[in-house]
């Protein structure tokens, strides 16, 4: 059965930093492109992260681009999310999800398997 | 950056109604475009991708259609379990945003 356990969700401070990890089973994921997606308490959905197969790319929501590092260690099977300068608006549960891009690729792809969720609260 | 409008924000329809979510973008983003449901406390379950396409296992009531900027998911009818938030998200560019939501609540 293909899986995805985040972890790490905690509370922390404005300013703190905090790494969030996904575990992936299941599915040979060196294989795919990962993703992170977010949700405050009572809001959408918003995309925050993605990250290629291999490592090689990533990329970033304006709103988190410069404080949050998307990694992976594939000998793992690990997505990783490193926040820095963490502020009271990245409070959310974090999902992480596997990325299926086209036979024919737009730039990105959608997400076809997903995680629960680590819930990040920034509150002083 | 591309957005997604969806309207309408809630609906509320009785079972068996077929229901309608439009899902608009500002810009053309030919059919990269998928449909998530997601329930309370729950990650968000794929429904169709490449605007058309079923996801596997998804029942065959739901289906999508449309191109370029203007986009539709129907639920042929309407069941007790379809109660959930329904979210359109294109992949058309880097930066793949996601619609406001359809709260769909069933009577």
């Known amino acids: 059965e293909m899986q995805l356990v985040e972890s790490g969700g905690t509370s922390v401070q404005p300013g703190g930093s905090l790494r969030i990890s996904c575990a992936a089973s299941?599915?040979?994921?060196?294989?795919?492109?990962m993703s992170w997606v977010r949700q405050a308490p009572g809001k959408g959905l918003v995309w925050v992260s993605r990250?290629?197969?291999?490592?090689?790319?990533?990329t970033y929501a304006d709103s988190v681009k410069g404080r949050f590092t998307i990694s992976r260690d594939n000998a793992k099977n690990t997505l990783y999310l490193q926040m820095n300068t963490l502020r009271v608006e990245d409070t959310a549960v974090y999902f992480c999800?596997?990325?299926?891009?086209?036979?024919?690729?737009?730039?990105?792809?959608?997400?076809?398997?997903w995680g629960t969720g680590t819930t990040v609260i920034v509150s002083s | 950056d591309i957005q997604m409008t969806q309207s309408p924000s809630t609906l509320s329809a009785s079972v068996g109604d077929r229901v309608t979510i439009t899902c608009r973008a500002s810009?053309?983003?030919?059919?990269?475009l998928a449909w998530y449901q997601q329930k309370p406390g729950k990650a968000p379950k794929l429904l169709i991708y490449?605007?058309?396409t079923l996801q596997t296992a998804v029942p065959s009531r739901f289906s999508g259609s449309g191109s370029g900027a203007e986009f539709t998911l129907t639920i042929s009818s309407l069941q007790p379990d379809d109660s959930a938030t329904y979210y359109c998200?294109?992949?058309?560019?880097?930066?793949?945003?996601f619609g406001q939501g359809t709260k769909v609540e069933v009577k």
């Open positions: 999800a596997r990325v299926i891009v086209p036979t024919i690729p737009p730039p990105e792809g959608y997400m076809d398997v």
């Open positions: 299941g599915f040979p994921f060196s294989n795919y492109w």
């Open positions: 990250i290629y197969n291999d490592g090689s790319s990533t």
């Open positions: 810009q053309s983003i030919s059919i990269w």
């Open positions: 490449a605007a058309s």
């Open positions: 998200q294109h992949y058309s560019s880097h930066y793949p945003e």
